[in-house]
């Protein structure tokens, strides 16, 4: 699928969106034509063995479409999206905004054979992207795609993996793109759960393949995320 990436961060780290932005927000997702899942996220904590890359945005969307057609229907001019940017709640006023459409690469799990419990709805996601270049993409990908999945697939209690590659797109929203070469995604029932997984032995497998891979700059960013899956 594809997923259309926003990513609000606001100036004041402690900055929330609230319950009614949170329902106001939420509502309007759920009128957007076409959409085949949908997660709103929000700042948690779980800390890493190695690494703190600062406060979490204050919130994440993952926007998904089972065609990229669909998806630039809705960001188009007559689009939901343009009309969601349009109504956004005013706590989101003083955030700095930003976009990015890619392409999902879903890995299985050892759940992924399991039903999901009921509050499975709610979980905590890490979010990681890379903002600078492969020195040649398609070799990072090839070693990336056939090697780090394989790695996360033994964190403890691991729910899903997502790998997301770059897509051209059009659109006429009002937010900025980003162009992040890759990012990635981790899911768990809970950030006491994640934070369980990045100290676990799978955690220093993750840095050992790291020190593999192919040339890049850069670095990567991982964030936190609360996340509750509003569509799907």
Same mark, same amino acid.
């Given at each position: 699928?594809?997923?259309?990436?926003?990513?609000?961060? !606001?100036?004041?780290?402690?900055?929330?969106?609230?319950?009614?932005?949170?329902?106001?927000?939420?509502?309007?997702?759920?009128?957007?034509?076409?959409?085949?899942?949908?997660?709103?996220?929000?700042?948690?904590?779980?800390?890493?063995?190695?690494?703190?890359?600062?406060?979490?945005?204050?919130?994440?969307?993952?926007?998904?479409?089972?065609?990229?057609?669909?998806?630039?229907?809705?960001?188009?001019?007559?689009?939901?999206?343009?009309?969601?940017?349009?109504?956004?709640?005013?706590?989101?006023?003083?955030?700095?905004?930003?976009?990015?459409?890619?392409?999902?690469?879903?890995?299985?799990?050892?759940?992924?054979?399991?039903?999901?419990?009921?509050?499975?709805?709610?979980?905590?996601?890490?979010?990681?992207?890379?903002?600078?270049?492969?020195?040649?993409?398609?070799?990072?990908?090839?070693?990336?795609?056939? !090697?780090?999945?394989?790695?996360?697939?033994?964190?403890?209690?691991?729910?899903?993996?997502?790998?997301?590659?770059?897509?051209?797109?059009?659109?006429?929203?009002?937010?900025?793109?980003? !162009?992040?070469?890759?990012?990635?995604?981790?899911?768990?029932?809970?950030?006491?759960?994640?934070?369980?997984?990045?100290?676990?032995?799978?955690?220093?497998?993750?840095?050992?393949?790291?020190? !593999?891979?192919?040339?890049?700059?850069?670095?990567?960013?991982?964030?936190?995320?609360?996340?509750?899956?509003?569509?799907?």
């Amino acid at each position: 699928m594809f997923c259309h990436f926003l990513t609000f961060t !606001h100036p004041n780290p402690q900055a929330r969106l609230g319950d009614d932005g949170h329902d106001h927000l939420a509502a309007l997702i759920r009128r957007i034509p076409g959409l085949a899942r949908a997660h709103l996220m929000s700042p948690a904590t779980a800390r890493d063995r190695y690494i703190d890359d600062g406060p979490p945005p204050m919130l994440a969307l993952q926007l998904y479409y089972e065609r990229l057609e669909t998806l630039e229907q809705a960001t188009g001019a007559d689009g939901a999206l343009l009309k969601l940017a349009n109504a956004m709640p005013p706590t989101l006023a003083d955030a700095d905004a930003s976009q990015q459409v890619m392409w999902t690469r879903p890995y299985p799990t050892p759940s992924s054979s399991t039903t999901a419990p009921a509050e499975a709805q709610r979980s905590c996601s890490f979010l990681v992207h890379y903002p600078g270049e492969a020195e040649d993409l398609n070799q990072w990908l090839t070693y990336y795609l056939q !090697h780090h999945p394989q790695v996360m697939f033994h964190f403890p209690a691991i729910r899903e993996i997502e790998i997301y590659t770059r897509v051209d797109w059009i659109d006429a929203l009002p937010w900025p793109r980003v !162009h992040y070469f890759q990012r990635n995604k981790i899911v768990f029932d809970s950030a006491a759960a994640l934070e369980t997984a990045l100290h676990s032995p799978t955690r220093e497998a993750m840095k050992a393949d790291r020190a !593999h891979f192919p040339p890049f700059t850069g670095g990567n960013v991982h964030h936190p995320m609360l996340t509750e899956t509003i569509v799907g």
